[in-house]
T-cell receptor, first 120, second 109 residues
């Protein structure tokens, strides 16, 4: 299993500012992902954090708005840039370990507790 | 492509059974089920691989029909602790999971 720590757990930000969320995993994982979840809504995949290279973004998400880093196997950051009230959400870091029966990346997802951002 | 879950919400009395369905228009590699309680992170329940396998977790089991690209989650003799939102996640490739909109399950004593 993997334990994921995220910080900050919550923050209130001003419009136009940027905030970086940190994600630390207690073991080496193969895949790391960033999701966004509006209260009461589904989990929307923002991007796959790739170690040592540019993240892979999903449709509707761009690097200039959500720059992501993953310098090693256990740490990743997500920055929400030039924030607007529409960016108010819970941002979740998740990680996957390789399963013996599955190819890399399709294993169980572990989630951090999330970072609740409120943009005024 | 986001999988489609049904129903959107279910209200049960303790001890009753429920079925939650998940379907996709794409050929799936695997189906994942998670439960999220209010204010908490999603928690993994099980993974099903293509091949029509069925798995169980306590009184919760699931099936995956590869031909129909459908999966169902079965909750039998539901307990109060089963309350929460259930998400199915589908993997088209083996590297990322896309989640459905979720099914809210509320268990009454």
């Amino acid at each position: 299993s993997a334990v994921i720590s995220q910080k900050p757990s919550r923050d209130i930000c001003q419009r136009g500012t940027s905030l970086t969320i940190q994600c630390q995993v207690d073991s080496q994982v193969t895949m790391m992902f960033w999701y966004r979840q509006q209260p009461g809504q589904s989990l929307t995949l923002i991007a796959t954090a790739n170690q040592g290279s540019e993240a892979t973004y999903e449709s509707g998400f761009v690097i200039d708005k959500f720059p992501i880093s993953r310098p090693n196997l256990t740490f990743s950051t997500l920055t929400v840039s030039n924030m607007s009230p529409e960016d108010s959400s819970i941002y979740l870091c998740s990680a996957s370990l390789t399963s013996g029966r599955l190819a890399v990346g399709a294993g169980e997802l572990f989630f951090g507790e999330g970072s609740r951002l409120t943009v005024l | 492509q986001q999988p489609v879950q049904s129903p959107q919400a279910v209200i049960l009395r303790e001890g009753e059974d429920a079925v939650i369905n998940c379907s996709s228009s794409k050929a799936l590699y695997s189906v994942h089920w998670y439960r999220q309680k209010h204010g908490e992170a999603p928690v993994f329940l099980m993974i099903l691989l293509k091949g029509g396998e069925q798995k169980g977790h306590e009184k919760i089991s699931a099936s995956f029909n590869e031909k129909k690209q459908q999966s169902s989650l079965y909750l039998t003799a539901s307990q109060l602790s089963y309350s929460g939102t259930y998400f199915c996640g589908t993997a088209l490739r083996d590297d990322k999971i896309i989640f459905g909109k979720g099914t809210r399950l509320h268990i009454l004593p």
